[in-house]
T-cell receptor, first 113, second 116 residues
Framework: KQEVTQIPAALSVPEGENLVLNCSFTDSAIYNLQWFRQDPGKGLTSLLLIQSSQREQTSGRLNASLDKSSGRSTLYIAASQPGDSATYLC????????????FGSGTRLSIRP | GAGVSQSPRYKVAKRGQDVALRCDPISGHVSLFWYQQALGQGPEFLTYFQNEAQLDKSGLPSDRFFAERPEGSVSTLKIQRTQQEDSAVYLCASNPSARGPYNEQFFGPGTRLTVL
């Protein structure tokens, strides 16, 4: 059974720092991995989607990497800003059940001004 | 532009009541998903529709949960005889592809259900 783990559960850093969020998954047989952002009381916003054949994706200050063989992904945020404060969720689509997305529990990020 | 909308945004129900939650996907989107998100947790898959066909309902927690999408657009998630453990945020997502979740998902704001 595919499981997705995100560590740490919460993170607080001062504004301007570069930071890395970690995601691990137990089964490397995945179609893709996606990073989402969730603001309090709101739905999820897709940030980056990495197909299984890709190693990384970049969008602005965000860079996500994927190492399928080790079951790991990282989300790198450069020059963090208070507006980056949110919960970041990692999710995979497994081969075993390709109609569903399996989510981690998220990392709650707080950027201090 | 119009995104995925859900109604109501908040619902309080007494234990034992039936509730119906509505999802309006982005127009033309083929795939539609329902998720349940407990406090402090990631969303958990409930069910998947491709147009009007419910292709996967393996995540529905019990036979009290029922979902439909009769015309391939709007979807309704119905929970019968609600129980306290049903309290959660229910999220709807859609995408234009017929290939399920292989592509970017567009999420609605969710319905927060509280069962007293």
């Amino acid at each position: 059974k595919q499981e997705v783990t995100q560590i740490p559960a919460a993170l607080s850093v001062p504004e301007g720092e570069n930071l890395v969020l970690n995601c691990s998954f137990t089964d490397s047989a995945i179609y893709n991995l996606q990073w989402f952002r969730q603001d309090p009381g709101k739905g999820l916003t897709s940030l980056l989607l990495i197909q299984s054949s890709q190693r990384e994706q970049t969008s602005g200050r965000l860079n996500a990497s994927l190492d399928k063989s080790s079951g790991r992904s990282t989300l790198y945020i450069a020059a963090s800003q208070p507006g980056d404060s949110a919960t970041y969720l990692c999710a995979v689509v497994p081969y075993s059940s390709a109609s569903k997305i399996i989510f981690g529990s998220g990392t709650r990020l707080s950027i201090r001004p | 532009g119009a995104g995925v909308s859900q109604s109501p945004r908040y619902k309080v129900a007494k234990r034992g009541q039936d509730v119906a939650l509505r999802c309006d996907p982005i127009s033309g989107h083929v795939s539609l998903f329902w998720y349940q998100q407990a406090l402090g947790q990631g969303p958990e898959f409930l069910t998947y529709f491709q147009n009007e066909a419910q292709l996967d309902k393996s995540g529905l927690p019990s036979d009290r949960f029922f979902a439909e999408r009769p015309e391939g657009s709007v979807s309704t998630l119905k929970i019968q005889r609600t129980q306290q453990e049903d309290s959660a945020v229910y999220l709807c997502a859609s995408n234009p592809s017929a290939r399920g979740p292989y592509n970017e998902q567009f999420f609605g704001p969710g319905t927060r259900l509280t069962v007293l």
